[in-house]
């Protein structure tokens, strides 16, 4: 017998059964004589549901509201207060509710503790968010997104009198055709570094030491190339038995007058560690804000993999001194980027493993910068400058005073 949906099978020996069966049946009955207005009985088998009681209460029957038939006069009165309300609400607490707190937390702290409560915050959650350790503070960061509209130049082809009167600005420049005629731009990169010279040294700014490039998928804590980073040093024994055939494929850049090459990478005998830093990084990786405690100009040259670089310089306005808005630049392989003594700058991998190196040079010389700088200096305190330097976290706050241009041979240079 079926009632409902549910199957029932009767035999003589089950009683308590029939008897369900008869009082189902009844209120199958039952229920049909209500089915005017409950036309949605469906489960005629559930036994107590004729127990529910139906009063008058029953909110899907009340005769204000018949279904089907939207809102009730009252909801839509309520509705249109929220309506009103609650974007007025939101407003007041956005434009003054917050300020409010914020201007209360801020007179009774005061600005700078604020401030550093906030780079705190997200210093925090940059540690708990990111896969690499933090390597650019929050501070950091805020001021290298209130960049300049100002634009790096890029050139090409450029003669060595060009170059020579470019460097004398002291204006950070980008040769994208510096590479042109090296046998190393196309050829090294991280993999072939790290297959050819796995004794090859780096130090690893993550884990904090010093490891062959052999082993820089196992560092304990990463996966395979995951957050690598750092940098080559060419004192170190570990690379100097490989930088004359590292440089044997890195040769003066054209522009570059060959007689100035005094005591550098290009001129390297084999006898001293040449002055050059290796750099290598996988994307999301870089190097934070700083100064190189050193007088001559720098040059990177970009072998593989795409970096953002930000340069910034020491401005005076009146007896202040200030760091300049930072002026980015990406810089592709192949490409060189020039800059000088006293520029603060940071760089971030955005594409492919990348490796670079810089270098030093003391010609030509960054003379009308150099000077302004110097002149710069002796007008304010020189707290302003220790605290610029110190801002950058400098070893040797003084290091500028060592800086001097000097001529040999009718040429001049920075050291
Ligand atoms: O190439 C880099 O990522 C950093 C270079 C740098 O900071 C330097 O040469 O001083």
Same mark, same amino acid.
């Not at 005769?63 to 249109?80: C, E, F, M, N, W």
């Not at 009774?108 to 708990?128: H, I, N, R």
């Not at 020579?164 to 731009?185: C, H, M, N, T, Y």
């Not at 820089?216 to 990463?222: A, D, K, L, Q, Y």
């Given at each position: 017998?079926?009632?409902?949906?549910?199957?029932?099978?009767?035999?003589?020996?089950?009683?308590?059964?029939?008897?369900?069966?008869?009082?189902?049946?009844?209120?199958?009955? %039952?229920?049909?004589?209500?089915?005017?207005?409950?036309?949605?009985?469906?489960?005629?088998?559930?036994?107590?549901?004729?127990?529910?009681?139906?009063?008058?209460?029953?909110?899907?029957?009340?005769?204000?509201?018949?279904?089907?038939?939207?809102?009730?006069?009252?909801?839509?009165?309520?509705?249109?207060?929220?309506?009103?309300?609650?974007?007025?609400?939101?407003?007041?607490?956005?434009?003054?509710?917050?300020?409010?707190?914020?201007?209360?937390?801020?007179?009774?702290?005061?600005?700078?503790?604020?401030?550093?409560?906030?780079?705190?915050?997200?210093?925090?959650?940059?540690?708990?968010?990111?896969?690499?350790?933090?390597?650019?503070?929050?501070?950091?960061?805020?001021?290298?997104?209130?960049?300049?509209?100002?634009?790096?130049?890029?050139?090409?082809?450029?003669?060595?009198?060009?170059?020579?009167?470019?460097? %004398?600005?002291?204006?950070?420049?980008?040769?994208?055709?510096?590479?042109?005629?090296?046998?190393?731009?196309?050829?090294?990169?991280?993999?072939?570094?790290?297959?050819?010279?796995?004794?090859?040294?780096?130090?690893?700014?993550?884990?904090?030491?010093?490891?062959?490039?052999?082993?820089?998928?196992?560092?304990?804590?990463?996966?395979?190339?995951?957050?690598?980073?750092?940098?080559?040093?060419?004192?170190?024994?570990?690379?100097?038995?490989?930088?004359?055939?590292?440089?044997?494929?890195?040769?003066?850049?054209?522009?570059?007058?060959?007689?100035?090459?005094?005591?550098?990478?290009?001129?390297?005998?084999?006898?001293?560690?040449?002055?050059?830093?290796?750099?290598?990084?996988?994307?999301?990786?870089?190097?934070?804000?700083?100064?190189?405690?050193?007088?001559?100009?720098?040059?990177?040259?970009?072998?593989?993999?795409?970096?953002?670089?930000?340069?910034?310089?020491?401005?005076?306005?009146?007896?202040?001194?200030?760091?300049?808005?930072?002026?980015?630049?990406?810089?592709?392989?192949?490409?060189?980027?020039?800059?000088?003594?006293?520029?603060?700058?940071?760089?971030?991998?955005?594409?492919?493993?990348?490796?670079?190196?810089?270098?030093?040079?003391?010609?030509?010389?960054?003379?009308?910068?150099?000077?302004?700088?110097?002149?710069?200096?002796?007008?304010?305190?020189?707290?302003?400058?220790?605290?610029?330097?110190?801002?950058?976290?400098?070893?040797?706050?003084?290091?500028?005073?060592?800086?001097?241009?000097?001529?040999?041979?009718?040429?001049?240079?920075?050291?």
């Amino acid at each position: 017998m079926q009632v409902g949906c549910r199957v029932i099978h009767i035999t003589p020996g089950n009683q308590t059964i029939s008897n369900q069966v008869t009082k189902l049946s009844q209120n199958v009955k %039952k229920k049909s004589a209500i089915s005017g207005w409950r036309k949605d009985l469906k489960e005629v088998s559930k036994q107590d549901d004729t127990d529910i009681p139906r009063g008058k209460g029953n909110s899907s029957l009340r005769p204000t509201q018949k279904p089907g038939t939207g809102a009730s006069r009252q909801d839509v009165i309520l509705g249109t207060i929220m309506g009103i309300t609650l974007p007025l609400s939101l407003l007041a607490m956005w434009y003054i509710t917050i300020p409010l707190l914020g201007y209360c937390t801020v007179s009774l702290l005061g600005a700078e503790t604020v401030e550093t409560l906030f780079y705190v915050k997200e210093d925090m959650m940059s540690y708990l968010t990111s896969e690499c350790p933090l390597w650019i503070a929050a501070k950091e960061r805020a001021y290298l997104e209130n960049r300049s509209d100002q634009e790096i130049r890029r050139v090409t082809n450029i003669t060595q009198r060009e170059f020579i009167e470019i460097v %004398k600005q002291g204006e950070p420049i980008v040769i994208s055709d510096a590479l042109r005629d090296w046998e190393s731009f196309g050829l090294f990169n991280c993999e072939y570094f790290m297959d050819k010279y796995p004794e090859a040294e780096y130090f690893d700014w993550q884990g904090q030491k010093q490891l062959t490039l052999g082993n820089i998928t196992h560092r304990e804590g990463f996966k395979g190339m995951d957050c690598a980073s750092g940098y080559m040093d060419m004192n170190w024994e570990s690379n100097d038995k490989y930088v004359k055939e590292w440089l044997s494929k890195m040769k003066l850049p054209y522009f570059y007058p060959e007689d100035t090459i005094m005591e550098s990478a290009f001129n390297y005998q084999g006898n001293k560690s040449p002055p050059m830093t290796g750099f290598l990084g996988v994307p999301g990786t870089g190097v934070s804000p700083h100064i190189d405690e050193t007088c001559e100009n720098f040059m990177t040259v970009q072998l593989s993999g795409v970096k953002h670089w930000s340069l910034s310089w020491p401005v005076r306005e009146g007896d202040k001194l200030q760091w300049s808005k930072p002026l980015v630049v990406t810089l592709y392989p192949g490409e060189a980027l020039m800059w000088y003594v006293s520029m603060r700058h940071h760089t971030e991998v955005i594409q492919d493993c990348s490796l670079s190196f810089s270098f030093t040079l003391k010609h030509p010389p960054p003379k009308d910068y150099y000077e302004r700088l110097i002149q710069d200096f002796k007008r304010v305190e020189k707290t302003e400058r220790d605290n610029l330097y110190i801002d950058t976290g400098v070893a040797d706050i003084d290091f500028i005073d060592t800086c001097n241009l000097f001529e040999t041979q009718g040429n001049v240079y920075i050291t």
